[in-house]
């Protein structure tokens, strides 16, 4: 009863301001894209990246032609897509045109600049045909949604039958001692260290809070199963501070 009356209570960044959790979450995001890669690697001690890679082989063993990155950024994703798959068309998509802008100058005269394209899109609403993506991938985005379901409803349409989805993003350990420090450092120390470093003050107490009510595990593992995905599994990693979870269509 407690979480979901945290799941029901919708975290924002900017408490005091009026506009929808989409727009802050663009405004946010348009604001802390100049440093946000090197912040992140401090932040999560670099361990982002190995996740990542996991995501990368889990996308690459299903051998995709086309590949979507819904939230991705500054493009780590899906430049890693370029590198490590044989996808011939790979689109990142994301609502801040100031991250966009940080990922394009990174695969601007390179090889990849002809498989690789990055689009300003909202994931609620996707600019895509039914059925058009091999592959699909979420990576620290899908909290950030207004309406998860919809977001969610949205990918499974653009995503091809037996197509492949998988999520990576931020849960909560569940077991001593590794309960008790993951709260001690998401309430404590990383806040702290995003006022320090981030030009945005509350970004990264945002990043905390929304973390701490979204539903994971076999919670968003029922609403994926809602929505009508298949296969749906769930991997913690880290000792449950974040969790990969795969799907198809």
Do not use: C
Request: a positive charge; glycine letters at 8%.
């Amino acid at each position: 009863m407690r979480l979901q009356k945290a799941m029901d209570k919708k975290v924002t960044p900017y408490k005091d301001a009026s506009g929808s959790k989409k727009e802050q979450v663009e405004q946010m995001f348009d604001t802390i894209s100049g440093n946000y890669d090197g912040l992140n690697r401090v932040i999560s001690l670099g361990i982002d990246q190995k996740w990542r890679r996991k995501v990368v082989r889990l996308v690459a063993a299903s051998k995709p032609k086309s590949i979507l990155d819904i939230a991705t950024g500054t493009g780590d994703l899906a430049l890693q897509f370029a590198a490590k798959t044989t996808a011939t068309e790979i689109v990142g998509l994301d609502l801040s045109e100031g991250m966009l802008s940080v990922a394009r100058r990174k695969v601007e005269g390179s090889s990849m600049a002809a498989r690789v394209q990055f689009v300003k899109g909202d994931s609620e609403a996707l600019p895509f045909s039914d059925n058009r993506f091999d592959a699909i991938t979420v990576s620290f985005g899908v909290r950030n949604f207004e309406t998860l379901e919809k977001g969610l409803a949205e990918i499974y349409r653009v995503l091809a039958p037996k197509g492949t989805f998988v999520i990576l993003e931020t849960s909560v350990p569940t077991r001593f001692p590794w309960k008790q420090g993951y709260h001690l450092y998401s309430k404590g120390i990383l806040p702290v260290i995003g006022r320090l470093f981030s030009k945005d003050k509350v970004a990264y107490k945002y990043l905390s809070e929304s973390a701490a009510v979204f539903p994971h595990g076999e919670q968003l593992n029922n609403i994926l199963r809602k929505i009508g995905f298949i296969e749906v599994e769930n991997k913690p990693q880290t000792f449950g501070v974040a969790t990969i979870y795969t799907a198809s269509k």
